[in-house]
């Protein structure tokens, strides 16, 4: 089945505490990105990737890192996770960089930072 | 980037046709809008894109004026289960990476 899988799908943790939510995603996408759910903000940009060569900023990444080593795996870090990081996380990929291309998300991650 | 805008929320009843109006002033000639739909606990699916004029399959029509500044999206006799978040998105060749999303519409649907 064509599907993108993020795990874990509910984590708590505490400030500080280094922390990677992975991504999968098996349909040979070249695109993918990450994006954070907070009530009455809607859907917000973290990282995209444009293929395993290309990362680059969305709209909010501050205190986030990803990496694309390969195609079907782009993993989000939080490197020292603070409190106002408590959201909900998708991540999410599309076939390549075309603009009349879907995206496909993931199930989400339900992050709580204490 | 074309930014967009949306009603926060809308209510209705089963049967009835529900119309959500999204706002995209600054859209660029390349670009096309997107609609997404996001059920409780689960991320969001495509439903419907175009371009102009008027587009439709199984689940939703998309109305898009001349002038390209807005679209609205039609769901024809809702039901129960079209209780959902609905986004509006605008992305084209100058924007293919970076995604703007709106703070969506939560359409909910009453008995």
């Known amino acids: 089945e064509a599907q993108v899988t993020q795990n874990p799908r509910y984590l708590i943790t505490v400030t500080g505490k280094k922390l990677t939510v992975t991504c999968s995603q098996n349909m040979n996408h070249e695109y993918m990105s990450w994006y954070r759910q907070d009530p009455g903000l809607g859907l917000r940009q973290i990282y995209y990737s444009m293929n395993v060569e290309v990362t680059d900023k969305g709209d909010v990444p501050e205190g986030y890192k990803v990496s694309r080593k390969e195609k079907r795996n782009f993993p989000l870090i939080l490197e020292s996770p603070s409190p106002n990081q408590t959201s909900l996380y998708f991540c999410?990929?599309?076939?390549?960089?075309?603009?009349?291309?879907?995206?496909?998300f993931g199930s989400g991650t339900q992050l709580s930072v204490l | 980037l074309a930014k967009t805008t949306q009603p926060i929320s809308m209510d209705s009843y089963e049967g009835q046709e529900v119309n959500i109006t999204c706002s995209h002033n600054?859209?660029?000639?390349?670009?096309?809008i997107t609609w997404y739909q996001q059920f409780p606990s689960q991320g969001p699916r495509f439903i419907i894109q175009g371009y102009k004029t008027k587009v439709t399959n199984e689940v939703a029509s998309l109305f898009i004026p001349a002038d390209r500044k807005s679209s609205t999206l039609s769901l024809p006799r809702v039901s129960l289960s079209d209780t959902a978040v609905y986004y509006c998105l605008v992305w084209g060749s100058s924007n293919t990476g970076k995604l703007i999303f709106g703070q969506g519409t939560t359409l909910q649907v009453k008995p």
């Open positions: 600054n859209i660029a000639t390349n670009d096309y």
């Open positions: 999410a990929s599309r076939p390549s960089y075309g603009f009349n291309e879907k995206l496909f």
